[in-house]
């Protein structure tokens, strides 16, 4: 008789814990606490997060400036903690977590903070003490049924390059692939099924096989090439890949700021394990207690951004993308005009999000 396992993985939320893009005060299909909602917490079911998680909403970006006294009062520290994202996470029941290259951007000692609050356990193989040591090893998770799941986490190198030097003390952070590697080897004989939980993303188009690019910022498709791990939870790229096999492994990928979580279904027995997966949109209510636990925090953020900081004489709206490059536009002017100003530079290049609000 087969084992099952089911995982329902989320990655890139970026801190968007409530239903909001914060351009408007509509509810919206997205965020934590909407998918969250949808997690069952049965002992042969696994939530696990791909990275990016302590940066990037407003929400985030305001707790990282309140002072620590200011911090502590922002939550109910005796049940949850202090930090709100790790609180989020432990109402949401997540067991193991990777880091990906944004949880770097505020330094060590605050992603520790994070992840001293965290109730998961944080795997990522490749980020090493200074005496060489594995800062997050692997782990091993029995399931309720007696499955034995080997859960491995990966970062892409491309933090040495991104982050500043200062965030990283302490620690370095090695390619991701003979990391992975070192690990599945150990794992082999010694578990049912085996999952790696890589914070990067795809260097080849799945459809065809054909290189996107030629840098090691994503390897996923190598990772399957190479590795043959049973599963490949995949992020970093925002890209939703709904689940497929590559290379005799099932990968999938989310979208990002909590629009969708992939539930991911295997089932093992003496002839294999067998692999499916279905795409989970927010889209039910966010419970009331979690929306009232983190409001002082979200009210605070929401004022924030309501604080008056200038008056345009007209509006500076987004266009098109295409449109936008063929005639410019006056926010990338005015990103450009700053940075010129700023820096005392000859030539500035700016670019505008995906979903760029507008002034």
Not at 341 to 356: E, H, K, P, R, Y
């Amino acid at each position: 008789m087969a084992k099952t396992l089911t995982i329902r993985y989320t990655s890139d939320t970026h801190g968007y814990l409530y239903p909001t893009n914060y351009a408007d005060m509509q509810d919206r299909p997205m965020g934590l606490m909407k998918l969250a909602s949808e997690f069952p917490h049965d002992g042969n079911t696994l939530i696990i997060d791909g990275g990016d998680t302590i940066q990037g909403s407003p929400l985030t970006n305001l707790y990282q400036r309140l002072s620590p006294e200011e911090k502590a009062a922002c939550l109910s520290e005796d049940t949850y903690g202090t930090h709100p994202i790790a609180a989020m996470m432990n109402l949401a029941g997540y067991q193991f977590v990777t880091l990906g290259n944004h949880d770097f951007n505020y330094g060590m000692a605050y992603l520790d903070s994070y992840l001293d609050a965290l109730h998961a356990r944080c795997v990522c193989q490749n980020v090493r003490r200074a005496d060489g040591s594995t800062r997050f090893p692997a782990r091993v998770h029995t399931l309720e049924n007696g499955l034995r799941v080997g859960i491995v986490g990966i970062v892409t190198d491309y933090v040495n390059i991104w982050e500043r030097p200062e965030h990283l003390s302490g620690i370095t952070i090695e390619d991701p692939l003979p990391a992975a590697a070192s690990a599945l080897a150990a794992l082999k004989g010694n578990v049912d099924l085996t999952v790696c939980v890589y914070h990067g993303g795809f260097e080849r188009d799945l459809a065809s096989g054909r290189t996107l690019s030629a840098t090691r910022e994503n390897v996923a498709y190598r990772i399957c090439q190479e590795l043959g791990f049973d599963i490949l939870l995949t992020g970093h790229q925002h890209m939703s890949v709904p689940g497929q096999m590559v290379q005799g492994t099932f990968v999938v990928q989310p979208s990002d700021k909590g629009q969708e979580f992939l539930k991911v279904e295997a089932a093992v027995s003496d002839d294999g394990a067998q692999f499916s997966s279905r795409t989970i949109h927010a889209a039910g209510p966010c419970r009331p207690e979690w929306l009232a636990e983190f409001s002082s925090m979200e009210r605070g953020a929401q004022d924030w951004l309501d604080e008056v900081v200038g008056h345009l004489p007209e509006p500076m709206t987004i266009d098109t993308p295409l449109h936008m490059a063929a005639s410019g536009n006056p926010l990338a002017d005015l990103f450009n005009t700053v940075q010129l100003l700023a820096s005392g530079a000859q030539i500035s290049v700016t670019s505008l999000a995906n979903d760029a609000a507008g002034l």
